[in-house]
């Protein structure tokens, strides 16, 4: 029976590479059942709860030089780019502008490398709050480049019994520019 099958035809021809993919697929069984989570393989875990009707939704609002614009109409790819680094921005301006990602950087590597390397590794992995905090200004040119300020606000809408959006609240998560 084994002899019929890829892995067995693989022993009988090739052992380095049939111990090789053995390996991988006991070392991929494990990390999955230790629950760690491996790109490019996804965990059960990650993508299993139910989804929830939420009852409001948070959308994104930014004026440039005043005016709203709709980000739902950019280009796919730069409606991806304003929305994730907007969000991420926001998660971050919450955090103090920790990166969230440093426990588990540290967890991973702190007492396992070098200083040197360590340092090396977070400077091109974690984000540099100083950095963070220039995001705005990096928006407003990536949006257009001839805008004097940017203002980017999160609100809460929700649909009325009429099937209309309202505006329940709104947060400022900045507000950049040269008459700020």
């Keep these: ?15 380095i590479t049939f111990a090789l993919i053995v390996l991988f697929i006991l070392g991929q069984t494990f990390v ?9 393989f996804l965990n059960y875990g990650m993508y299993s709860g139910k989804a929830l009707k939420a009852d409001t939704v948070e959308v994104i609002a930014l004026k440039l030089n005043g005016k709203q614009i709709d980000i739902s109409r950019f280009p796919h790819m730069q409606f991806a780019i304003t929305q994730s680094t907007f969000n991420w921005y926001a998660a971050l301006k919450q955090n103090n502008f920790s990166d969230t990602i440093s426990k588990v950087f540290d967890t991973r590597f702190k007492d396992r490398i070098s200083d040197n390397n360590y340092h090396y ?3 091109k992995i974690l984000n540099d709050s100083v950095k963070v905090q ?3 200004t990096w928006l407003m040119h990536y949006l257009q480049n001839d805008a004097i300020n940017i203002e980017g606000n999160i609100i809460a809408v929700a649909y009325n019994k009429s099937g209309e959006l309202d505006s329940l609240n709104s947060k ?3 507000s950049y520019g040269s008459n700020k």
């Design 1 to 15: 029976m084994l002899k019929q099958t890829f892995l067995g035809q693989l022993l009988k021809n090739d052992k």
């Design 134 to 136: 220039t995001y705005p």
């Design 121 to 123: 590794l977070a400077s």
């Design 172 to 174: 400022q998560i900045f």
């Design 32 to 40: 999955t059942w230790r629950g760690v989570e491996w790109f490019p």
